[in-house]
């Protein structure tokens, strides 16, 4: 910032300088993190070493002051994460997997560059989002199915499902057909997740008996490939598998070794034997006396393997001949096994003292348990730190909320919270503890108060804009202490009261001190008024504010000369109008104010610097008008003569209230009017012939004049019109010689005396 000061003694020697001011940023603002609590997500299928978020924090200061430095200083299990020191950005160390654990909550260390600096901590809490980054997988790499002859178009014959680790859409798998003769009579639709093949045509009219069908599960990233051999018999004869499928549900509670899961039955009389025919299959045992199928193990184990399905084949111990048949079985977790998993065993939360924050939610914990069984996985909190309740509570569903209000200046600056997480809907009960810090910081109490609410002043429009000479000066007072209580400024419209249109930018505002300085020089003719609002705004995290009214009132100054809506006013009149007929309206407008309203005139304080009156300042036509001063009418005051005075020009003179004027010329055509009669040279044109001339001769010429100015009223046509007797002449009707025109005798007439008439070219004729 530069200031220009200028000094002056009493005999007016004066000096001026310019001091530039550097204006230092005070460190006044803590580093800390933003969010209630503070979180980020990061994609399971990041790659290690990749920047995956950004530290939501903020520092209020500028330059060092605002440049902060990051540590994480717990909550990193396994160090999976990192950060930059200077950028807090937020890296992957290694890999994360969304099924095991879901969320983090790593402790970072903040302090700012200042001297001395501020320190900020938190704990930013990490959500691990689902990534497709596990392929759907079939039970078995192959299958084989009997269908009987007997199956017609449309009947389901073959039913398979592939698991998917994902959750939501990223698990969702659907099936296709992907080759294979069996393509050629088959359909694979997706019901809720299960392939189910069906016929396309009867089982019957095929002729070809063993098909092989390819089939593929996608999840929309990964494919998974299984193959189904098709055998196409005539199941009436001999023995064969009474069901197409068989379907077992076993819970892990209830599953014990060599118990049964399901019975198979046979159509037919014989006696064959029945055998798994998929490879690896070693849970589960063929007991060939009860036609049963038991568990070969123990118990299941659910997180290993939940769904199996395998081929039976049966044999014909008399003719060899084998069908096959689908077994399914689906496991559910009905045990307790994995506590539940908290972000950290330590957090820290930053907590500001304010009593509106009593009964505020200050975070919610995240609730993950990696059982499935729903009564496992239902978590609940129970607070172990009892003496704590009256000021932090952890509810049963992890909500931590604020009891009562917190000071800073008087009470403790730290708070240890301990806390359990049981997952309590179940008979085997496993718990997981955990502890909050609580941070108490300082808050912001009270908002910026304003001495006075509404400034009121008045401006000339043609004052100068000055940076140096405040307009307001107010006074702000804010009761908090550090950077809550450090206020700043800022100037808008106040659109409350009738501002609008960017006012605020013809003025300026010290926002350190508040003073509101003229910017720009003001038009009262674009801008009669300013409604302005000074808004004080403190420092502290959230900040609050306050404000005052501005109202600046324009006086108009006599800046505007009045103006005519013509530069000039061309007037066509006829010699012979009226007087007292309207030539023409003058007009001109003036911007700046009026007011004769009655209030003003009974005060005495009119404002005429936009009132025009009208005035005849010149030019030759002067005295053949009349003007009207407060109208601008002008009228004819005396007859006009073309053949006087054919153009006139009056200069009108539009005067503001001020005094300012401007001239405009009002130019006067006379036009010419038929107001004249042809007038001869002489009254009487005498000349000799002798009888003996020859048609044709010239006699004499008859001129005559007309003193109308326009030609079509001037030019003369003549004409005989009496004494022609025996038409003995003619006359040239344009340049009036008479000639003889027939036969002339003196015995018979010896004297002529011929009537010649001149008429001009008016409407009607003139003669």
Do not use: C
Request: proline content about 4%.
């Amino acid at each position: 910032m530069a200031v220009a000061i200028a000094a002056d003694d009493a005999v007016r020697d004066d000096a001026i300088d310019t001091v530039a001011i550097t204006v230092l940023d005070l460190n006044d603002n803590r580093p800390h993190l933003t969010g209630t609590p503070p979180t980020v997500t990061v994609n399971e299928i990041s790659l290690v070493g990749s920047q995956v978020a950004s530290t939501p924090y903020v520092d209020g200061d500028k330059g060092a002051n605002g440049q902060v430095t990051f540590t994480i200083t717990g909550g990193n299990d396994n160090q999976l994460f990192r950060i930059d020191a200077s950028s807090g950005a937020i890296l992957l160390n290694g890999s994360l997997d969304y099924e095991t654990r879901r969320v983090y909550a790593i402790i970072i260390d903040m302090q700012d560059g200042g001297n001395p600096p501020l320190t900020g901590r938190g704990s930013l809490f990490i959500d691990v989002a689902d990534g497709n980054d596990h392929p759907p997988v079939f039970a078995a790499s192959a299958y084989e199915q009997t269908v009987a002859t007997t199956e017609t178009q449309g009947n389901d014959i073959f039913k398979v499902v592939a698991t998917d680790m994902d959750s939501g859409t990223n698990g969702a798998v659907s099936y296709s057909a992907a080759g294979g003769t069996a393509t050629s009579f088959v359909t694979v639709t997706t019901v809720n997740g299960v392939g189910e093949v069906q016929l396309a045509q009867d089982a019957s009219t095929l002729v070809v008996k063993q098909h092989d069908l390819v089939l593929n599960a996608s999840d929309g990233v990964h494919i998974a490939t299984t193959t189904v051999t098709f055998y196409i018999q005539d199941t009436s004869v001999g023995t064969a598998f009474a069901s197409k499928e068989y379907v077992a549900h076993l819970t892990t509670l209830q599953q014990t070794q060599n118990q049964a899961i399901l019975q198979y039955s046979f159509s037919g009389s014989g006696s064959p034997d029945v055998f798994i025919d998929t490879p690896n299959i070693t849970d589960f045992f063929v007991h060939q006396p009860s036609r049963q199928l038991g568990t070969a193990v123990p118990s299941l184990d659910y997180y290993r393997q939940h769904f199996y399905q395998f081929t039976l084949r049966l044999q014909d111990t008399t003719s060899g001949e084998q069908r096959f048949t689908q077994v399914r079985v689906t496991l559910e977790e009905k045990s307790n096994r994995f506590p539940p998993v908290l972000p950290a065993s330590r957090m820290v939360i930053e907590v500001a003292e304010h009593p509106q924050y009593q009964d505020y939610q200050l975070a919610r914990i995240p609730r993950q348990d990696l059982d499935v069984d729903a009564a496992a996985n239902f978590i609940q909190f129970v607070q172990l730190t009892t003496s704590l309740r009256n000021l932090f509570y952890v509810t049963t569903f992890g909500r931590v909320e604020l009891n009562n209000p917190l000071d800073y200046e008087h009470g403790q600056r730290s708070y240890d919270v301990e806390f359990e997480a049981r997952n309590s809907r179940h008979l085997h009960l496993l718990t997981a503890r955990a502890t909050i810090n609580f941070l108490v910081t300082e808050a912001n109490e009270a908002a910026p108060r304003f001495a006075k609410t509404t400034h009121t002043f008045s401006i000339a429009e043609n004052a100068p804009a000055s940076l140096a000479t405040a307009i307001v000066t107010p006074v702000v007072t804010d009761s908090d202490f550090g950077s809550s209580g450090e206020v700043t400024f800022a100037l808008v419209d106040d659109v409350v009261s009738g501002g609008g249109n960017f006012d605020y930018l013809s003025f300026a505002v010290n926002a350190s001190t508040g003073q509101v300085f003229q910017a720009a020089v003001l038009d009262y003719e674009r801008d009669t008024e300013f409604h302005l609002l000074l808004v004080a705004q403190d420092g502290g995290n959230p900040g609050m504010s306050s404000g005052a009214i501005v109202y600046i009132k324009v006086l108009d100054v006599n800046d505007n000369y009045p103006v005519f809506n013509m530069s000039s006013y061309p007037v066509n009149l006829y010699e012979n109008t009226t007087i007292g007929s309207l030539i023409v309206v003058v007009t001109a407008t003036d911007r700046d104010q009026i007011d004769r309203s009655a209030a003003a005139t009974a005060s005495g304080s009119e404002i005429l610097n936009g009132f025009v009156t009208y005035s005849v300042a010149g030019g030759n036509g002067a005295g053949h008008i009349a003007l009207d001063t407060a109208t601008g009418r002008v009228t004819l005051a005396s007859m006009l003569d073309v053949e006087t005075m054919s153009l006139l020009t009056v200069v009108i003179r539009a005067t503001d209230g001020g005094g300012l004027y401007v001239d405009v010329d009002v130019i006067l055509t006379v036009l010419d009017n038929n107001d004249n009669t042809p007038v001869f040279g002489l009254q009487l044109y005498a000349t000799n012939v002798s009888e003996d001339a020859p048609l044709g001769v010239d006699l004499v010429q008859v001129t005559a004049v007309d003193a109308d100015r326009e030609q079509a009223h001037s030019d003369v046509q003549y004409a005989i019109v009496a004494g022609n007797t025996g038409a003995a002449f003619r006359i040239n009707s344009t340049s009036g010689w008479i000639t003889t025109a027939a036969s002339l005798d003196r015995e018979t007439t010896a004297r002529y005396d011929i009537t010649v008439q001149a008429s001009d070219g008016g409407i009607p004729r003139r003669s």
